[in-house]
């Protein structure tokens, strides 16, 4: 059965929405307020995105005092929300409303009508904001241009050129001509979401990973590639299954785990050694268990069991060096004094020794009288 082309459109962006999920729906407001829904909608689901667009306009008078504005004070609401990571998004969203201030003095879009742009030239604008990817950017640019038309970029028509919805070989002119047929108002907006975002996470225009698509049921150039490598296909979509423990052999019965003895009525379990205690009194010798016990000496006339330790030769010392021969000793006493006297001293003496005595010999009368 062949479907239409509407048809396969319309299955095309279902089976996406299941991969990406739907976009954030916003009552009215400005154009900024559906560029912070969808970079709001790039973390979190479609409902998350929605309630903290409505926490964010109850906390904030405008997208200018949270431009202005702590990112922990811009926290709170997103983590009312139930973001995982809420500071981060946090200073995303402060950074984005800061870019578009340098732009034209205020955090808002109006400029985008005076500025004279084509929609190619204000989604190349939009690509250069942090935190924002190609569907965002395509899908705000799409809701800006007027009138509403396809963007005639590789990024949004790949996909649908690849999908065959006109035909094989068809150029982006071409391509871009029938989905405005085809599609119109919120639909056109969620292709141009979808179909970039795919474009540029699977369906990317070198090495396509075709065996990751979610809508490759639908899409001419995916079963051309699996018609070409099916082992490529089966590899990628194998599935291992998680290994189960193996059964038991039949009529082998399991063991149940011993139960613990309770100790008697009134008697106190015994106390377990530690394993420090253990290893000690493994190391410990047979007679040293205990430090008050001794082991008794050995009787006279019993040999005793035990070998006496053999005990190690004491290593062979080094014969001293030979001792100096010792200086020979002074002289002492009178002699060893006199010799060390000059010859001149030791004469000057002896000539007095020698006047002494003469003249002791010649007054003997002075010598009694004293």
Request: hydrophobic share 40%.
């Amino acid at each position: 059965m062949t479907l239409s082309r509407a048809e396969r459109l319309r299955r095309a962006l279902a089976g996406l929405e299941k991969l990406y999920g739907k976009s954030a729906r916003v009552e009215g407001g400005a154009l900024v307020d559906h560029l912070v829904a969808l970079l709001l909608g790039l973390h979190g689901p479609a409902s998350r995105a929605e309630a903290a667009l409505a926490l964010l306009r109850d906390h904030f008078v405008d997208w200018n005092e949270v431009r202005i504005s702590y990112a922990r004070e811009v926290r709170v609401p997103l983590a009312a929300a139930g973001y995982e990571d809420p500071a981060a998004l946090a200073r995303e969203l402060i950074a984005m409303l800061q870019r578009l201030y340098r732009e034209r003095n205020a955090a808002s879009l109006d400029f985008l009508d005076e500025a004279g742009w084509e929609p190619e030239e204000t989604f190349s604008f939009f690509r250069g904001f942090e935190g924002l990817d190609d569907g965002a950017a395509a899908a705000i640019t799409a809701r800006w241009a007027e009138p509403p038309r396809f963007l005639q970029v590789p990024e949004v028509l790949r996909v649908p050129g690849r999908l065959g919805l006109a035909g094989k070989g068809a150029t982006q002119p071409r391509i871009r001509k029938l989905l405005e047929e085809i599609a119109a108002g919120e639909d056109r907006i969620r292709a141009h979401l979808l179909f970039a975002r795919h474009g540029a996470r699977v369906c990317r225009s070198r090495s396509p990973r075709c065996p990751e698509c979610g809508i490759l049921e639908l899409c001419d150039y995916g079963r051309e590639q699996r018609e070409k490598s099916p082992g490529r296909f089966e590899t990628a979509t194998a599935r291992k299954e998680p290994e189960k423990p193996p059964a038991a052999a039949a009529g082998e019965k399991r063991r149940k785990p011993a139960a613990r003895k309770k100790p008697a009525a009134g008697k106190k379990p015994a106390k377990k050694k530690s394993a420090a205690g253990k290893t000690a009194a493994k190391k410990a010798p047979a007679g040293k268990k205990t430090r008050s016990k001794k082991a008794a000496p050995a009787k006279k006339g019993e040999a005793s069991s035990r070998k006496a330790p053999v005990k190690k030769a004491a290593p062979a010392k080094k014969p001293a060096p030979p001792k100096k021969a010792a200086a020979p000793r002074k002289a002492a006493g009178r002699k060893a004094a006199s010799r060390k006297k000059s010859p001149k001293k030791a004469a000057g003496g002896q000539k007095g020794a020698s006047a002494g005595t003469g003249a002791a010999r010649k007054s003997p009368a002075r010598r009694r009288s004293r």
